[in-house]
């Protein structure tokens, strides 16, 4: 298996995308009920199961970036307000010798009300797989590389140190005019890397920076 395969596992899932869940309101799953919603926007999922495969790559987190599709504020169902959903397709391997055509299946947690995945699991709709069991090791292959696998812990605490130095050197003018868009281009130079963390991360390590490292 080379570099370009991600290597993770199979986890259990909430059962609420293929109605496996009792406690779920959508009896046929979710899956079952928006494919016909995503073919009106472009998007064929018919040769896949009404499920999702549920891939645990812990402790890394999942960056995704590029989507092949991206459909906003779609009405799907009467029970759930209008939901923004990405995708992108993929190659996944479960066994050596079986590779599928699939989809990596995001709802955007900003407009979903329940049942949230961790930023280090991945939803994946695809072709039924046989032989697979929670445990079992999934493979996911993306040629353009828009998924990676970050250490966001190690990477916050990085970018953190990176900031003292620039910090001290220029106290409170360093926040001056901050904007993320200003500093998405200042971390393009300065540490591109950092710009595989979420905004939300970027600004707690800003946050701390602020607190540490300026005077009161």
């Known amino acids: 298996m080379n570099a370009e ?38 998007l064929d999922l018919t040769n896949c199961y009404f499920g999702t495969l549920n891939v645990d790559f812990s402790p890394l ?15 799907w ?44 699991t991945l939803e994946l709709i695809a072709p039924r797989l046989t032989g697979v069991n929670e445990g079992c090791t999934i493979h996911l292959h993306d040629e353009r590389r828009r998924i990676k696998l970050v250490n966001t812990i190690r990477l916050r605490a990085r970018l953190l140190e990176f900031l003292k130095f620039r910090v001290l ?6 926040f001056e005019a901050d904007s993320l868009v200003k500093r998405q281009q200042w971390l393009s130079s300065m540490f591109p890397e950092a710009l595989q963390l ?7 390590v800003w946050t701390q920076a602020r607190s540490l490292y300026t005077e009161s």
């Open 169 to 174: 050197a220029s106290q409170q003018t360093f």
């Open 5 to 42: 395969w991600l290597t993770g596992r199979l986890c259990a899932g909430h059962g609420v995308a293929s109605g496996t869940s009792n406690e779920s309101p959508y009896p046929d799953g979710t899956i079952r009920m928006q494919t016909p919603v995503f073919m009106a926007l472009g």
């Open 61 to 75: 987190e999942v960056s995704l970036s590029n989507p092949d599709h991206l459909f906003e504020k779609v009405r």
């Open 77 to 120: 169902t009467e029970l759930h307000p209008p939901e923004t959903f990405s995708f992108w397709s993929v190659q996944i391997k479960a066994r050596e010798a079986e590779v599928v055509g699939g989809w990596i299946y995001y709802p955007h947690p900003e407009t979903k009300q329940r049942h949230w995945q961790p930023p280090t």
């Open 198 to 204: 979420s905004e939300q991360d970027l600004d707690q």
